[in-house]
């Protein structure tokens, strides 16, 4: 099975994803001008007042941003200038988790800030570190801010890289040259002008709610900022017996919850509802579970149920990727729905307009966005590169009617 690292780059940000043979694991983005502190993201930062309770201190990271820090035995004074890390991103109306054994993480290595740390070998393998993002020693004049210098792509590579990477494929060639001294040499590199689009259908699963199971069944997925609930729905399994559609069933939702979990970036705590008839022996549904859910993290079965209720705990360190994608509709309440975040509908107009103009050299379009795509393309002053690639051949203009849409200039 070959395992692929997918990565794309517009005017309003970064995305990737890793698919193992044509299954979609796992799915990142970093957004332009998002200043929210992501996993992995060094800062320094200024102690504030202690939660005696918690055994946690408040600390300011600079740009009116706070994280918790976790302090157990060890003491700090007020006001007093440490280094720290993202541990865990801030969910919801939680702030960011925070540690003080603060490590540079990147693709191929992995350098702790302690005084003579030596470089590890990261999830790709070398020791190669470039200089131009090892962290400067001191913190600035204010005594917060971040202190890493990696790029946004560096970042995302870093989240998307496992040991079993065999290739990279970017949408261009000067993305992928971008990344060529973060990857070993051992690893195939492509261009493939299809990276937006299968990234988009990626990121439509990852917001779908029911995942078809082969054969008949699905699995319901519905998240919350609590926990996760899914629902093994048996469906129809025609010329099988009960006991064999069940068996057949639990095989097929099994092989299927892992992936379907990591591509949404789920963690915490997960209730899987599975079919009675499915459960006769709770040990060995947890050793299945076990088995099949281990390749994509820390994750623990603290019950099985013979009325077939499983209890999942997963670690977790990225809001989930239906936060960061989407909100809430404003004016919306009782169950508010959610729609696509405007970078990412301009990400996907963009890549999309891009080819069209590409594959027809003599067409003129009319694209219609979202008022809130329109002013942030606007902001970015995403037409420039492709007026200069393509020439002046389309007309931008607002829409309520949907995210946006292209068609033929009359």
């Known amino acids: 099975m070959t395992v692929q690292i997918l990565l794309d780059e517009t005017p309003f940000g970064v995305r990737g994803a890793v698919l193992e043979g044509e299954v979609p694991v796992k799915i990142l983005h970093a957004m332009k001008g998002d200043k929210a502190p992501r996993t992995g993201q060094l800062f320094w930062a200024k102690v504030g007042r202690r939660d005696a309770r918690m055994g946690s201190v408040i600390c300011d990271l600079g740009d009116h941003q706070e994280g918790i820090l976790l302090v157990k035995d060890r003491t700090y004074s007020e006001g007093q200038t440490i280094a720290v890390a993202i541990r865990r991103e801030g969910m919801g109306s939680k702030r960011p988790l925070l540690t003080d054994r603060p490590s540079l993480r990147l693709p191929a290595a992995t350098l702790s800030l302690a005084e003579g740390a030596k470089p590890q070998p990261g999830p790709l393998g070398s020791l190669n570190i470039p200089t131009e993002l090892l962290p400067p020693k001191a913190p600035p004049t204010s005594g917060r801010g971040r202190i890493d210098q990696v790029s946004p792509i560096a970042r995302l590579l870093t989240g998307l890289a496992v040991a079993s990477v065999q290739e990279v494929i970017a949408s261009n060639g000067s993305l992928l040259a971008s990344v060529n001294n973060l990857i070993p040499d051992s690893l195939a590199r492509s261009v493939s002008d299809q990276v937006p689009d299968i990234l988009n259908a990626m990121e439509d699963d990852a917001m779908a709610r029911i ?172 037409s420039a590169g492709l007026k200069k690639a393509h020439t002046d051949r389309f007309r931008l203009q607002s829409t309520d009617a949907s995210d946006f849409a292209i068609a033929w200039m009359s």
């Not at 404003?330 to 890549?351: D, H, K, L, W």
């Open 211 to 382: 995942v078809g199971l082969d054969g008949g069944g699905a699995l319901i997925i519905d998240e919350t900022e609590a926990l996760t609930a899914v629902d093994v729905d048996l469906g129809a399994s025609a010329g099988q017996s009960k006991k064999g559609a069940d068996s057949a069933l639990l095989r097929r939702a099994l092989q299927s919850l892992g992936p379907a979990l990591s591509l949404r970036g789920i963690g915490g705590q997960v209730v899987v509802d599975l079919p009675r008839g499915a459960v006769r022996a709770p040990q060995m549904i947890r050793d299945q579970l076990t088995a099949v859910l281990k390749p994509f993290g820390l994750m623990s079965v603290p019950a099985v149920t013979k009325s077939g209720l499983v209890c999942l705990i997963f670690g977790q360190d990225r809001a989930p990727v239906r936060e960061h994608l989407t909100e809430e509709v404003e004016g919306a309440f009782v169950v508010p729905p959610r729609r696509y975040r405007a970078p990412v509908v301009a990400q996907r107009a963009y890549a999309s307009l891009n080819q069209m103009l590409q594959t027809n050299p003599s067409g003129r379009f009319n694209v219609d966005l979202r008022a809130d795509v329109l002013s942030l393309w606007e902001a970015s002053g995403a």
